[in-house]
């Protein structure tokens, strides 16, 4: 079945989940706490003990990697099981010893189900563009393709101005990542800090194209440094039970406020959700960028069309 002539099912389901999450949110919305109500026993609690007790004038961090930390633990394993779903499901497959020859029979199978000659001249020129990029010889910026080139765009990288623009940001937000993540004053900490170092990697990625960050988002280096990352979580945690009797008890000297030690266990829990976050994201979204496409014309969608 083609896709202009879907069900009107799909559409009127479609549309009444839609309707059905829009009113779940607006009702939510509307029982947030206003400026003058009461704390939350919980709020209340966090904003006591967090100076006193973890030199933390951020309460916020307090609650997250101190007094609820088991429950940012779970989160965090949450994530690396999801992750590790990720690379199972889009895993290559598994090497092969092929014929001698098996690479050109397979270009000449490919060439005769799918010719380049044939069909409007549109279509001929966007496939050799296709079959281009996938050889790899492609220019490297928009600026050494000769003007009036006909064909998509097929430069690894964008022009001099998306490129100096996010060179210019760039900076900004690793140093912005960095100061979340470091100073155990400032709110958020190791997730958002993972966040935004895996926004500066799509950034350089979208503007200079896979070439230029190859070696940083190789599966194998990536995977090291989030197993690195859940060590040294488990290891805080563990090290609590260990040497104070509860898991995630704080085990470290706690340094005067608003410094980067302060806090004691609770930097080292937010620096491991660092490399979590920011790994486990990162292998998410190039597991699924490298997943691969056979451009092939299937025999059934062209009967469906017809």
Known sequence: MSADHQPRRHVAVGALLTAGFAAL?????????????PLPPIARYALEVALPRWKLTEPVNEVVYGTRGFDTFGETFLLLAAVLSVIVLTRPREGRRGYFGESAAGQEEQAELDPIETGP?????????ERGESRGDRPSTPD????????????????VVVRGAVRTVLPV???????????G????????????????????????????????VKSETLEGIEMAGAGLILGTELLGLILRGSFSANWLPLAPPQTIRSGGVVQLFSFGELFEVATGLTI?????????????PDPESEGDEE
Request: hydrophobic residues 45%.
């Open 284 to 296: 998410v979204i190039f597991s699924l960028l490298s997943m691969g496409h056979d451009w092939s």
């Open 144 to 159: 050494s393709t000769p003007l009036g080139t006909p064909g998509p765009e097929t430069a690894e990288a964008m022009s």
């Open 25 to 37: 949110l607006v009702a939510g919305l509307a029982g947030l706490p206003r400026e003058h109500d």
């Open 185 to 216: 004053y400032s709110p958020g900490g190791g997730f958002p800090a993972g966040a935004v170092v895996t926004g500066v990697i799509l950034l350089v990625y979208a503007a200079y194209g896979r070439s230029r960050i190859a070696r940083a």
């Open 173 to 183: 937000l690793a140093v912005a990542g960095l100061y979340l993540v470091t100073w």
């Open 121 to 129: 001249a549109e279509e001929q020129e966007a496939r050799r563009a």
